[in-house]
């Protein structure tokens, strides 16, 4: 089995060597890792982003708090990105590449460290127009 794994591997690197498609596509998830984890330093900062605990419950729930910090920019992003495809003069502008990098996943917009203010009376102006105006508390 050991001797298989090591084939395995090796018909992988060959192919990596020789692939430029295959690199790219490699790189590009190391990319989007990279970013994430990256963002899960700044949203968990605390205690140099490290779960300083042994505690099963308290762990538990430090991964769960984690879980959520992630989803909750991660599904803004979507709205926002889906505003800018629905906009036609961007569905001009971006070709199948330029889609294809489209991402929820960054994070460069957020300021970790930066007072934010909150206004819980507004809804954040996505979804354009019509849908927006749906959204506005009565």
């Given at each position: 089995m050991c001797g298989l794994g090591r084939?395995?591997?090796t018909i992988f690197v060959a192919r990596h060597l020789r692939l430029r498609e295959l690199q790219r596509e490699i790189q590009e998830g190391l990319n989007v890792v990279e970013s994430s984890n990256g963002a899960n330093l700044v949203i968990f900062y605390g205690k140099g982003g490290d779960i300083a605990t042994n505690r099963r419950e308290e762990l538990e729930m430090s991964v769960l708090c984690l879980r959520v910090l992630q989803a909750a920019p991660v599904y803004i992003d979507t709205l926002m990105l889906q505003d800018v495809l629905a906009d036609p003069e961007w569905a001009e502008l971006l070709k199948p590449a330029d889609r294809r990098g489209l991402t929820p996943l960054f994070w460069q917009h957020v300021q970790p460290?930066?007072?934010?203010?909150?206004?819980?009376?507004?809804?954040?102006?996505?979804?354009?127009?019509?849908?927006?105006?749906?959204r506005e508390p009565e």
């Open positions: 084939a395995q591997k460290y930066g007072e934010v203010w909150l206004d819980v009376a507004k809804r954040l102006p996505l979804g354009g127009g019509e849908r927006a105006a749906q």
